[in-house]
């Protein structure tokens, strides 16, 4: 046995579950060993002993003992305030594919209306177009060759076209003015008689209203204007002129007194121009009906 310092032991069983606390007993009643554990040789007690002594010397740190039975669970402590800390930004992920088109939106109200632009520069000139006479019909006669003699109810005769254009013509060397277009016309006559007379206008033979003019004197020259309307219910005569029916415009000498009435080609101490006419007149179309 080991020589040891004689002192006095305190025993306690660690195996024991009971936990049965040897009596005191003399450290020559046990064996020691090198790992510092001890048997007791009690015949009633045959458990691991482990002990401590002291003879005022320091000895070495036992080794850690077992861990003890697991206590119970304490009560539950409060709950902590929530922190919540925002992490770094990461990084930017790839461009996603574009998505489908989505339908149309309402159409917008419109806009206020821009300034107005500067002014083009002017464009080239066009071709030239041609003549056309559109809905216009005019004509101008004349008596120039001769003198002409008329009893009550002649109408006066032209033997010069001087102008004629649309629906409207005379057969030269005759009385009968045709207008085959109708519309509100204005007729103008000059006559140069050689004595007080009356001449009034006709349309198919009857005296136009208003129409009627004189002159009280001799050698005093007589014009006229008046305005009447062409319809074509009046279209009732035939001329060479056009296949349509016509109607027919006259200057007569209406109502005269004196017979006959002689239109004068030139009237003394009026000029020296010995084809002067003796009677002229202008029809023109004023407006289509």
């Known amino acids: 046995m080991p020589y040891v310092h004689f002192c006095e032991v305190v025993l306690r069983c660690v195996w024991n579950t009971n936990r049965v606390i040897c009596p005191t007993i003399s450290i020559e009643t046990i ?71 989505g339908p149309s939106g309402p159409s917008g109200s419109i806009g206020h209306t821009g300034p107005t632009g500067p002014s083009g520069s002017i464009g080239p000139t066009g071709p030239a177009g041609s003549f056309s006479t559109g809905n216009s019909a005019f004509l101008q006669v004349s008596q120039t060759q001769s003198e002409q003699s008329l009893v009550a109810n002649d109408a006066v005769a032209f033997d010069a076209l001087l102008v004629n254009v649309g629906n409207i013509g005379i057969v030269v060397g005759t009385s009968e003015i045709c207008i085959w277009q109708a519309g509100y016309y204005q007729v103008q006559y000059s006559l140069s008689p050689n004595l007080p007379c009356q001449f009034s206008i006709f349309l198919n033979g009857a005296l136009l209203p208003g129409s009627t003019v004189g002159v009280s004197q001799s050698l005093v020259p ?68």
Do not use: W
Request: proline share 4%; aromatic share 6%; charged share 15%.
């Open 222 to 289: 007589l014009t006229a204007c008046l305005l009447f309307t062409v319809s074509t219910s009046d279209f009732t005569q035939t001329t060479t002129l056009t296949a349509s029916l016509v109607a027919i415009l006259t200057i007569v000498n209406y109502t005269s007194i004196a017979s006959p009435v002689t239109l004068l080609r030139s009237m003394i101490g009026v000029g020296a121009q010995p084809n002067q006419a003796c009677a002229s007149a202008t029809v023109i179309l004023l407006k289509e009906l």
């Open 31 to 101: 064996y020691m060993s090198s790992k510092h554990a001890f048997v007791c040789e009690k015949e009633d007690c045959s458990c691991h002993l482990t002990f401590s002594y002291r003879d005022n010397r320091i000895g070495r740190d036992g080794r850690d003992g077992r861990d003890g039975l697991r206590g119970i669970h304490g009560p539950t402590g409060p709950t902590g305030s929530v922190e919540i800390c925002e992490g770094l930004s990461g990084y930017t992920g790839p461009t996603g594919q574009y998505g489908s088109t």
